[in-house]
C-alpha cells in the first residue's frame, strides 16, 4: 500500500489534505514533503503527527525526511506564482507571451473560488484555445488549491501581425564565434507533440524551414505558426466515369523563426474535416515531401499534428563561408577610375577615421517582392578608407523566365544568364566581399529585403551596418525636384553610364556617398 493511500485511509481525503510537491536533495540525502491544508479546516498537531509517523515509517530508514504543512488560503501572489509554474512547465512557447499586466485574478463570492482573467489579442487567443490552454490551467490550479477556478480568455488587445507574434517565438542566437559555432550547433527545435488530427505521428525533432533541400522528393520535418489557412476546389484531370473529378486543396503558410514554407494537402472528404478546424496562429508539426515548380517551393503534407515549440533559444549557426572565392571573384580598380572617383568626390572626410570599408550595392530583380521575385545581377564597389579598391559583379540564374519588363529596363534576357551561376551559388562570395563593411545601396531597403531573404534561405546573415544613400541625399541636397537616381548623378556632376545594371549603378551610387559623406 503506498504512502498516499494510508494517509488517505486515516480520513485525509483531497478535501482535507492534498500533496503540494516532494522533492529530493541529493547533496544532503533528504527528502521533502509538502503538503496543503484548506483555510477553514486546519490540520491538528495529532493530526500532522500521524502523516509523518507514516512517511518517516517507508522512508526514514532510506534517507533524512522533512515534511511540511501549508495552508491554502485566497492569496493572489501564490496563484501567480502557480500559475507562472505552470506555464514554465508545459507551455514554454508561451512564456514569452503573457506577463503578470496580463493576467487578473479576481475572487469570487466567498467559499466560490477565483476567476483567472487573461488578457490578449484575438490571434493569441485562438493559440490558447488551440492548445486548450484555459482548460488545462484551470485543472491544474484546482490541484493545487481547495476552491474552484474560471479561467476566461478576454480579447481587449488589438490583434497583432504574424511578425510581432513570431518575435516573441523562439529567438535565433547570432552572437556565436566561429569556434563556439562548430561545437554547439543545432540543426532541429524541440517539440511537444499534441494531438495528431491528419496522417502519423512524427519524432519531437524538427528541422528549421529555412535548411529544407529543395530537390523534389525530399522528406522534411519542420514545425512553426499557420497563417493563410485556405481551402479551394478545382477540376482534376482524372475522369470518372468520362467526367471531370472535382478535388479540394487545402492550404496554408508554415512560418519557424528562421523563415516560411507554403503548405498543401489534397485531403479525401474523411480526412477534410479535421483540417477545417486549423485556423491563423495555430502552432503544428508537419511532416512531408518538396515539391518545386516553376521556382516555387511547397510542402505536400503526409502528417499533421498540434505542437508546442519547447526549444528557448536556437542556436542556429549561420554558414561559415570558404577562405576562397569560388563563382565571382572581386576585380581590382584601376589607378584612371580610382583618378575619376576624387575628380567628383573631393577630399576624404572624418567619417573614414572611424570606418574602415563600405560596400555600396546594387541588386537587379524580376520583380519587386523578395519573397517570390529573384535576384538576376549583384553589382558592388568596394570603399576603403574612401578609396575605390574593389567592384564585384555577376549575373544570376533565376531558375524561371525573366519578366518582358525587367529585359525591357534592365537589357538582361533569358540567354544572358542561361548559364550564369545560381544564387545559391553566388552569395557565398558575396558575403566574403562584404564581411566585415558597411553596406550602402540607393533605397537600400528594397535590395536589402533580397539580400537578408535570400541569406536566411542560405544560413548566411547579412547583419552589417547600413546606410541608406537616398536618406543621406535627401539630407545633403534637399532641394532636388525628385530623388531618382539619375537626377541625383546629374545635379552632382556624376556620370552614370548603362544605367539599370548593377555594376554601372553601384558604381554610380559610390560617387555620390563619397561626394555626400
Not at 522533512?66 to 501567480?80: L, M, P, T, Y
Not at 528541422?207 to 523534389?216: L, P, V
Not at 520535418?221 to 468520362?242: C, E, I, P, R
Request: aromatic share 10%; proline share 3%.
Amino acid at each position: 500500500m503506498s504512502v498516499l493511500q494510508k494517509i488517505i485511509d486515516l480520513g485525509f481525503d483531497e478535501n482535507k489534505l492534498k500533496l503540494d510537491e516532494a522533492t529530493f536533495n541529493t547533496k544532503k540525502d533528504e527528502l521533502t514533503i509538502n503538503f496543503m491544508y484548506p483555510e477553514d479546516r486546519p490540520i491538528t498537531d495529532d493530526d500532522k503527527k500521524q502523516i509523518i509517523g507514516i512517511i518517516t515509517k517507508d522512508f526514514g530508514d532510506l534517507c533524512k525526511v522533512v515534511v511540511k504543512f501549508n495552508k491554502s488560503c485566497f492569496d493572489r501572489e501564490v496563484i501567480f506564482e502557480r500559475i507562472e509554474e505552470y506555464i514554465d512547465k508545459y507551455y514554454k512557447v508561451l512564456k514569452n507571451e503573457m506577463s503578470r499586466d496580463d493576467i487578473a485574478i479576481q475572487r469570487l463570492s466567498e467559499g466560490e473560488g477565483a476567476e483567472i482573467i487573461i488578457s490578449c489579442d484575438e490571434l493569441r487567443k485562438q493559440v490558447f484555445v488551440n492548445k486548450k490552454f484555459d482548460a488545462d490551467l484551470k485543472a491544474f490550479l484546482q490541484r493545487k488549491f481547495f476552491f474552484d477556478f474560471v479561467v476566461t480568455l478576454r480579447v481587449d488587445k488589438e490583434s497583432t501581425n504574424l511578425q510581432e507574434f513570431l518575435d516573441n517565438m523562439p529567438k535565433i542566437d547570432t552572437g556565436l564565434s566561429d569556434a563556439l559555432a562548430k561545437e554547439s550547433q543545432i540543426n532541429h527545435m524541440e517539440i511537444e507533440l499534441g494531438e495528431c488530427f491528419y496522417g502519423k505521428y512524427m519524432p519531437n525533432k524538427v528541422g528549421f524551414i529555412a535548411d529544407i533541400d529543395a530537390e523534389n522528393g525530399n522528406e522534411v520535418m519542420v514545425a512553426g505558426v499557420v497563417t493563410n489557412v485556405a481551402l479551394t476546389t478545382f477540376t482534376s484531370k482524372v475522369k470518372v466515369d468520362g467526367e471531370p473529378m472535382e478535388r479540394k486543396k487545402f492550404s496554408f503558410t508554415l512560418t519557424d523563426p528562421s523563415g516560411f514554407i507554403n503548405v498543401v494537402v489534397f485531403p479525401q472528404e474523411k480526412t477534410l474535416k479535421p483540417l477545417e478546424l486549423m485556423e491563423d496562429g495555430m502552432t503544428v508539426a508537419v511532416g512531408g515531401t518538396i515539391n518545386e515548380f516553376n521556382g516555387n517551393r511547397s510542402l505536400r503534407v503526409s502528417s499533421i499534428s498540434k505542437c508546442d515549440i519547447l526549444t528557448k533559444e536556437l542556436k542556429r549557426v549561420y554558414r561559415k563561408v570558404n577562405d576562397d572565392y569560388y563563382y565571382v571573384k572581386p576585380q581590382p580598380v584601376l589607378e584612371t577610375q580610382q583618378m575619376d572617383l576624387f575628380a567628383v568626390g573631393g577630399k576624404t572626410t572624418d567619417y573614414w577615421n572611424t570606418h574602415d570599408s563600405v560596400v555600396v550595392f546594387d541588386l537587379e530583380t524580376t520583380g519587386f517582392d523578395s519573397k517570390s521575385c529573384k535576384i538576376i545581377e549583384i553589382g558592388a564597389v568596394k570603399i576603403t578608407k574612401g578609396s575605390i579598391i574593389e567592384t564585384f559583379q555577376t549575373l544570376i540564374n533565376p531558375g524561371s523566365k525573366i519578366p518582358d519588363e525587367i529585359t525591357k529596363l534592365t537589357h538582361i534576357d533569358d540567354s544572358m544568364v542561361e548559364n550564369a551561376p545560381t544564387v545559391d551559388q553566388v552569395l557565398p562570395d558575396f558575403y566574403k566581399f562584404v564581411n566585415g563593411c558597411v553596406l550602402s545601396a540607393y533605397n537600400i531597403d528594397f535590395d536589402y529585403s533580397f539580400l537578408s531573404f535570400n541569406g536566411q534561405n542560405l544560413r548566411l546573415l547579412f547583419d552589417n551596418e547600413q546606410i541608406d544613400t537616398l536618406r543621406l541625399v535627401r539630407d545633403k541636397v534637399p532641394s532636388l525636384s525628385n530623388y531618382k537616381l539619375g537626377t541625383v548623378v546629374k545635379a552632382l556632376n556624376i556620370t552614370l553610364n548603362n544605367a539599370h545594371r548593377a555594376l554601372a549603378d553601384a558604381y554610380a551610387t559610390a560617387k555620390v556617398f563619397v561626394k555626400l559623406i
